[in-house]
């Protein structure tokens, strides 16, 4: 699929573009995808024992990230997902996965793990696996529009030395554009994992 041309469309009409490149995405790479970015994780050392790592309930036609979350949780990383705040707040925070029956659903429908056990926040992760809508070779990253990762994520802009935690979007390589908008704000990300290959990013 050729990569998406977004110089001449505004946010909502490229917001719209990408949705349909991802649910269009075939079934044979959809269903190969997830182990193929597992894969390329590995390689690249991002789910190491003892880390902290943030994953997301994929939904809406994103990429399966439940091989990547259940190797992670073999090898005894400690693994997290977001809890969405309340309303009118944008800062994630993050719910450690353990036993018990602690699941919930946000007012978005989509499951959330621990929102009644303590809970951190994105300052003391190792790795962020973060959902997008498109990605650009410069590391800037399209997202939903609700701001929840930009806000939990903005800390970082004030950082020169300790950049943790790194920053991994999830996608299919359809997903790519020649150019994502960008505000001051936005904290671009250090690498891109699609069922193809890694994209490496300098922040």
Known sequence: MPEIVATTLDKSSLRRQLRRARAEVGDAVRRSAGSQVLRHALSAGLLARGRRLAFYVPGNNELDVLPLLNRALWLQAACFLPIVPPARQRRLWFG?????????????????????RPKVRASVLDVVFLPLLGFDLRGFRMGMGGGYYDATLA?????????????VGIAFDAQK????PNDPWDVPLDMVITEAGIYRFRR
């Open 96 to 116: 450690r996965l353990g036993d018990g029956a602690h699941w919930t659903v946000n007012r978005f429908d989509i499951p959330e793990y621990g929102k009644q």
């Open 155 to 167: 800390f970082l802009k004030n950082r020169r030395k300790w950049r943790r935690p790194r920053l």
């Open 177 to 180: 554009c020649d150019h994502i």
